[in-house]
């Protein structure tokens, strides 16, 4: 397996299901953290390490190092591994995505933007998707016909109990303390507006086809989706909120691995739905424009990143997240997108719009 995002949470708890399974590891990459890449190379000698900084490349403890994006494809190319797990985070990861479809690899894909603003050009491209809600679906869906709609399920973020008018005063620290989740910065944050359900729901309609998609709050992250069938029955997928059961079923392409404790269902709390509130949540009312042009994801993703970095630098208000992504959809509307090379033009135009 070939493991990009080594260092972040989807990559360390991969590494750790791989030793597990002694699955070989022939290539790693990693953004920054350098410390903890020199432990993974003595652990696992890859064959081929990539970084993100050139300055880095004395650090790394290993002879073969590629540097950049170019790097990474370069892996890619030289790796003859058919698996990639993309755990890179953000738009960065999806040249990398694009590489690996090319290449025909099989692709156990943690880096939701690469679905997000180009699912269209991923068609036929073999994709396990590393996430609790869509293999949650995975498993529903297994065999079954008459289905009449799917639901994924939202924690509600750091700030589900708070009421929306005491939303103008919290800050970073606050929207990073997530109830049920240990994550990245960007995506703790995304849970917390609702953007990361938002982005969940067009990953869903490129990885299964269908376009009744919705979402609803169960704050306990015990139920992880479900799937209403044409006959009035409904699925659910129940497990504990911990990533490595999706990160194990796509690297393993398995569901006989022991991964979890089972949940003991007598000893369940009490679980309820809730409706997530575009009040409280303004940028999950773009799901239905969304399902409708998936093309405007890459306007959506590319403002959600530069306000979600500006709340994080503390120059920005967390409403202002919202506000930010609303005034760059109406600045650029719907595009229609011919090929990759417009996806990066809009990123880089809408970027430079919310910067300037």
């Not at 639901?151 to 997530?178: C, E, I, N, Q």
């Amino acid at each position: 397996m070939i493991v990009f995002g080594s260092t972040g949470s989807i990559g360390v708890n991969a590494l750790k299901l791989a030793q597990k399974r002694d699955l070989k590891i022939s290539a790693l990459a990693c953004g920054e953290n350098i410390q903890l890449l020199n432990k993974q190379i003595a652990l696992f000698s890859p064959k081929f390490v990539g970084i993100k900084e050139a300055k880095n490349k004395p650090l790394v403890r290993h002879e073969s190092v590629f540097v950049g994006q170019e790097g990474l494809e370069r892996i890619l190319e030289l790796c003859e591994d058919e698996l990639l797990l993309n755990a890179i985070v953000g738009f960065a990861g999806l040249k990398s995505t694009l590489k690996a479809a090319q290449l025909g690899k099989t692709i156990a894909l943690a880096n939701k933007e690469s679905l997000v603003v180009a699912g269209k050009f991923l068609k036929g491209a073999k994709i396990l998707p590393i996430d609790s809600e869509h293999a949650a679906l995975n498993a529903l869906l297994e065999g079954r016909q008459g289905i009449n709609k799917l639901y994924l399920t939202a924690s509600g973020g750091a700030f589900f109990k708070h009421k929306t008018s005491a939303l103008k005063r919290v800050r970073p620290k606050d929207a990073l303390k997530h109830p049920n989740w240990s994550m990245g910065a960007k995506i703790t944050i995304d849970s917390a507006t609702m953007a990361n359900k938002l982005f969940e729901i067009i990953e869903a309609y490129h990885l299964f086809g269908l376009e009744g998609l919705d979402a609803l709050i169960e704050p306990r992250s015990i139920i992880h989706a479900l799937c209403e069938f044409k006959d009035g029955g409904t699925s659910a997928y129940f497990s504990r909120a911990n990533m490595r059961l999706a990160i194990s079923q796509a690297i393993f392409q398995s569901r006989e691995l022991p991964v979890l404790k089972p949940l003991d269902f007598v000893k369940l709390p009490d679980l309820k739905f809730h409706k997530i509130s575009t009040k409280k949540y303004p940028l999950f009312g773009l799901k239905k424009a969304l399902l409708q042009a998936p093309d405007l994801g890459v306007i959506i993703n590319a403002a959600d990143e530069v306000m979600v970095g500006k709340f994080l630098g503390g120059r920005c208000g967390f409403l202002d997240i919202a506000a930010g992504v609303f005034k760059a959809v109406d600045r650029f509307g719907t595009p229609r997108l011919e090929d990759t090379e417009q996806i990066f033009e809009y990123d880089r135009k809408v970027r430079e719009f919310l910067k300037g």
